[in-house]
């Protein structure tokens, strides 16, 4: 894996033509938040406003998550938020399998620049590609793995509790979980 500073991610991700996504991109989505945040929330890819606009989870979905944030007593601008791929697949569909492998050599060198405690994984792409290829996100959610001394979780993805509103109280008990680990490993320190 390529060694990046933040500075050479940007440069090495405006540039990448890896995967077809760059042909009809109007901006890479890199990430935003906090670089040295202690939790990392990563989604599937970029919609159609996070296009546009060239930042993650700016549209209905990360309005929500800014809301589930907010109820566990997290900011945005604390966390740091990122998807496995950086470009938006055509009409929103799931990223295919290349596509991802193309991004996760980028994903992998945000992670060793936050170096966060905990890493969220937003839906079943995410935790797919981050710990599990096997995942179903309705059996799997809302349990804890630890990998590399990184404790990661699976849970909903906002655009899926938008969809369906009876998976918000499993989202509600993850969000939950997520603030008593961070309490648990902020005691630890």
Not at 25 to 50: C, L, Q, T, Y
Not at 115 to 136: H, M, N, Q, S, Y
Not at 180 to 188: I, N, R
């Amino acid at each position: 894996m390529a060694r990046y500073d933040w500075s050479e991610l940007y440069t090495a991700l405006a540039a990448c033509e890896e995967c077809g996504l760059s042909k009809t991109r109007n901006n890479v989505v890199v990430g935003m938040g906090d670089p040295r945040a202690e939790i990392m929330f990563v989604g599937e890819g970029p919609g159609r406003d996070e296009d546009l606009q060239g930042l993650p989870f700016v549209g209905a979905a990360g309005q929500l998550l800014d809301k589930m944030l907010a109820a566990v007593g997290l900011e945005r601008a604390r966390v740091y938020i990122a998807n496995i791929v950086k470009c938006r697949p055509p009409g929103n569909r799931t990223p295919v399998d290349d596509e991802a492998y193309a991004c996760l050599p980028y994903l992998r060198a945000q992670v060793a620049l936050v170096r966060p405690k905990i890493i969220v994984c937003l839906g079943r792409t995410a935790a797919r590609f981050i710990f599990d290829e096997e995942i179903r996100i309705t059996r799997d959610r809302g349990v804890w793995r630890c990998k590399k001394g990184v404790w990661m979780l699976a849970t909903y993805h906002p655009a899926a509790l938008l969809r369906d509103e009876s998976k918000k109280a499993e989202a509600w008990a993850d969000m939950k979980a997520i603030r008593a680990k961070l309490d648990e490993l902020s005691a630890e320190k």
